[in-house]
């Protein structure tokens, strides 16, 4: 109820602003009250293995919200089981002029065109650095704006490289609906050549730190039957450590007629809802349990989580959700599934 309350307040904000606005408050050490209130001690551990790596519940937070790790810590305040920040990539960039976020809020959705606004990878490791954060920390990686997709790959393994000793797991987004061409990346040869030498750089990087950093690669939700079944093939063939489904939708027909339904950008939220979860089970067909699968995509209720975890989902993330039913989500998620 609390929530709701202050959500009305908040939505009469731009939602880019509200969103920073959120973080900030709740990163102020005087915010301790309200933390007491929306935020969910969970003191006992799943202890949930996946990618080699033990998480002490099933639910994360989706990349996008905190790119550029600044607000580590009162994200692990939350209760979640882990954290993905970023998008980063190897130079700080502005992304899209402003405004490129609004809301869609009969049908609980959100249309974003951020483009990968960032500080850049080198920012994100002194973020990390001052976090002291011992959980579970993923860090989604992507590709400057400025480099051609020819040229792509070589922004993921700078990212790599760098960020290797920081990170509980990495994630590759070859998803973003707002970088131009950055899908074709998940089709072709150009996967293939990607996917080689991110392995290749792991295991230089596992032969010279001693340590294994699993690789998850992003997917997005429109990609076709057939395309499908061609990357989770590769994904096998590769032996990449996860896969994450999905990122945001470009299918306009989830959301015609409302407010803003013609903004460009990717949707999530509710109307991804079904689409996300139909590639869950796809995926789960395809990998045959031999890859485990991160299931995001409109999560907003104890069913809807329950739904991604039945679809073949070992671990689930949120992001769009939080922003229409709050912390308290998080509490009721965590303890129902
Ligand atoms: C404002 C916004 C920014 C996002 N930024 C990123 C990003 O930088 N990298 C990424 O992989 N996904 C990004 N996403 C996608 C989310 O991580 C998630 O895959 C998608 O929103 C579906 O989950 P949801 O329905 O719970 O929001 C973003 C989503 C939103 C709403």
Request: aromatic residues 10%; glycine residues 8%.
């Amino acid at each position: 109820m609390f929530y709701y309350l202050i959500r009305k307040l908040l939505f009469l904000i731009d939602p880019e602003k509200s969103h920073i606005f959120v973080l900030k408050c709740l990163n102020f050490k005087q915010a301790q009250i309200l933390k007491k209130i929306c935020f969910y001690k969970n003191k006992s551990s799943q202890n949930i293995k996946c990618m080699g790596l033990n998480f002490s519940n099933k639910l994360g937070t989706a990349a996008g919200i905190d790119k550029n790790g600044e607000y580590i810590n009162c994200l692990s305040e939350m209760g979640f089981g882990f954290i993905e920040v970023g998008t980063v990539t190897p130079l700080p960039q502005y992304g899209h002029p402003k405004p490129r976020l609004f809301r869609i809020t009969q049908m609980e959705g959100i249309i974003n065109r951020m483009g990968f606004n960032n500080l850049g990878i080198d920012n994100l490791i002194k973020n990390i650095k001052k976090s002291h954060f011992k959980g579970i920390l993923g860090v989604n990686i992507g590709k400057n704006r400025d480099t051609s997709i020819k040229n792509s790959i070589n922004d993921y393994l700078v990212c790599i490289e760098k960020i290797y000793n920081y990170a509980s797991y990495i994630s590759i987004n070859i998803s973003s609906p707002n970088t131009i061409d950055l899908r074709t990346l998940q089709h072709g040869t150009i996967l293939n050549e990607l996917l080689y030498n991110i392995k290749n750089k792991q295991a230089e990087l596992h032969k010279k730190y001693f340590k294994y950093v699993p690789i998850a690669i992003k997917i997005s939700p429109d990609l076709s039957k057939k395309e499908l079944k061609y990357i989770s093939k590769k994904l096998i063939e590769y032996k990449l450590d996860g896969v994450i489904a999905t990122n945001t939708t470009l299918d306009r027909s989830l959301i015609s007629g409302y407010k803003h339904s013609l903004e460009e950008g990717g949707i999530s939220g509710l109307p991804l809802q079904k689409k996300s979860t139909n590639v869950i089970l796809l995926l789960s067909k395809y990998l045959q349990k031999k890859i485990p699968i991160i299931g995001v995509g409109g999560i907003n209720s104890i069913d809807s989580a329950q739904e991604k975890i039945q679809s073949g989902a070992t671990l689930i993330q949120i992001y769009s959700g939080l922003v229409y039913h709050g912390p308290y989500l998080i509490r009721k998620i965590i303890e129902n599934i």
